[in-house]
């Protein structure tokens, strides 16, 4: 492709979620890995080996920060001293991509370390959207906006979940981060059919797609509930959503998230090194 | 109107109140049960992150105790802030005034070190003196000079053997604690925070440079805090600071 993607400065490649442990296996031979995504929260501090390993690795691979802690969706205004944080952080770094979720996790300066669930009304929308528009103020750049992985729905939504999306994109201008475990975790605990979410999703605005595995569980009612662990391998059905996925949306930056029960390096290699086949069978 | 964040976060930090109204489960059904992952996800997320900056404290009081407190604690005390490693500051204080473990006298001061050490790791970077720099300074220059102290000083002052109950829980054969109270320099030489036990009067001569006295007033206090234990032996105390290189800058002072 000639032009850059609208919504992504990320090689259409396969990145992984970075931790510590895994900087010198990066630094010696990344393959088949692109680029990487960290945790905005987790460089925050002043200095020290987080920081100094963000400034080694970001002169040798195009870096996406991934907030986890803005509370986009909270009910009172988003934290200044927050703002300021990614301020910083998006400044020095220049990230070729910076995202967050659609979700609240701070409720009364009570920061509660979740990705909490919204209701998708006209209320809400307008409130996501003063908040998109503040943070995109803040660190002067286009966000991606990430789908949830939902338990449970609200009895007072009146919109679907990618008409929502669709359009805070079109208010803000933000992209769009599109979970596609996330959307097999709601659909399968929701009683809806992903491939569905997938055709009646804004393709087009995805500046980044994300891969993570998932726990199965059942609900009081024998129901299958699936827990967005992000501590193992990619479901099998995942993989075929995605493939879904590539065919409609063309080639996207490709990530795997492995949070807990962190695995060694060539086993996350081997998760991200199956991305890349999916990739490869895209027609670009 | 549909279920506040309020009425949320009050139920996902209380069991013992309702599953919020309103909320269903895809299948027609109430949700029921199903709120309990976030529960759950909150309680396990926080406790885990203690986990990690509070090693020794975990080690003291065994894995399910830990939990237990640390589910007390996450309810009264939950993060300000989202960044999630540096959650637990108010741990110590939480612990002071805990009054099930008062017997744990020394635990306020084993989690104090922990999170020093903690401080210390995510402390800002600055670059360490020659020590050549004190040593060629002349006697008089010296005894009236400041020193600037590293962000990543932290200093622990004890009344328990903090160091070493720290120490006999965190390595492979330290010796048991032996009763003595110790203060307690905590220094980044370069990326891993070190805990070194201060000799007499270390802890005295530290605080007193960190609080903007000369070399020589903080040898003098520290003398005075050595009781009967005759002049303060600078060397060690000096030796932590070079070797942890918490000295960033020397202000000579005026010569007399």
Not at chain 1, 15 to 22: E, F, I
Not at chain 1, 143 to 161: Q, R
Not at chain 2, 151 to 165: K, N
Not at chain 2, 172 to 197: C, H, M, W, Y
Request: proline share 9%; charged share 20%; with cysteine.
């Amino acid at each position: 492709m000639l032009d850059a993607h609208p919504f992504s400065a990320l090689p259409p490649g396969p990145g992984v979620g970075y931790k510590a442990q895994y900087f010198q296996s990066i630094m010696e031979n990344p393959a088949p890995v692109e680029w990487l995504e960290i945790h905005a929260e987790n460089y925050m501090g002043d200095g020290g080996r987080p920081l100094a390993q963000l400034r080694h690795l970001s002169e040798r691979f195009a870096i996406s920060v991934h907030g986890v802690g803005l509370s986009i969706g909270g009910e009172g205004p988003l934290d200044p001293d927050h703002l300021a944080r990614l301020k910083t952080l998006c400044g020095w770094l220049n990230p070729a991509s910076f995202s967050e979720h659609l979700a609240w996790s701070t409720h009364d300066s009570h920061f509660l370390n979740d990705l909490l669930p919204l209701p998708y009304t006209a209320a809400t929308l307008t409130r996501v959207a003063d908040h998109i528009d503040a943070l995109q103020e803040a660190i002067g750049r286009r966000m991606l906006l990430e789908n949830p992985s939902s338990y449970l729905a609200f009895d007072k939504s009146t919109m679907e979940e990618t008409a929502f999306l669709s359009e805070l994109s079109a208010r803000t201008g933000c992209g769009l981060l599109l979970d596609v475990n996330n959307v097999f975790i709601s659909a399968t605990n929701l009683n809806l059919d992903p491939h569905a979410y997938i055709d009646a999703f804004p393709l087009d605005k995805v500046g980044e797609i994300h891969l993570g595995g998932h726990d199965e569980d059942a609900d009081d009612h024998g129901a299958p509930l699936l827990i967005d662990s992000h501590g193992r391998e990619v479901a099998d059905p995942v993989w075929s959503l995605l493939h879904y996925t590539l065919q409609r949306s063309g080639p996207r930056p490709l990530l795997i998230e492995w949070d807990a029960d962190v695995p060694d390096w060539p086993t996350l290699a081997a998760e991200a090194q199956r991305a890349a086949d999916a990739l490869a069978q895209v027609p670009a | 109107m549909s279920v506040s964040q309020d009425t949320f976060r009050a139920a996902l930090l209380d069991s013992a109140r309702p599953v919020p109204e309103g909320l269903s489960d895809g299948h027609g059904r109430p949700a029921g049960a199903r709120f309990s992952v976030y529960r759950n996800n909150v309680a396990v997320s926080l406790t885990e992150a203690l986990e990690v900056s509070f090693p020794a404290i975990r080690k003291l009081i065994g894995d399910e105790n830990f939990r237990g407190l640390m589910g007390i604690f996450l309810r009264q005390h939950p993060p300000t802030a989202p960044m999630i490693s540096q959650y637990g500051a108010a741990l110590p204080g939480f612990l002071e005034g805990f009054e099930p473990l008062a017997h744990l006298g020394y635990l306020p001061d084993v989690a104090r070190l922990e999170q020093a050490l903690r401080e210390s790791y995510h402390a800002a970077d600055a670059v360490a003196i020659d020590p050549a720099e004190l040593q060629n300074l002349p006697p008089d220059a010296l005894m009236g000079a400041t020193l600037t102290l590293a962000p990543t000083l932290r200093l622990i002052r004890s009344r328990w053997p903090v160091h070493e109950i720290w120490a006999y829980n965190m390595e492979d054969g330290a010796p048991k604690p032996s009763g003595n109270a110790q203060n307690v320099l905590v220094t980044r030489p370069e990326f891993d925070p070190i805990a070194t036990p201060l000799a007499p009067g270390g802890g005295t001569f530290i605080a007193a440079l960190a609080d903007g006295q000369t070399f020589g007033t903080a040898f003098e206090v520290a003398t005075q805090a050595t009781k009967g234990g005759g002049e303060f032996d600078l060397t060690p105390t000096l030796s932590a600071l070079i070797a942890g290189r918490a000295i960033i800058q020397i202000r000579p002072g005026d010569s007399p």
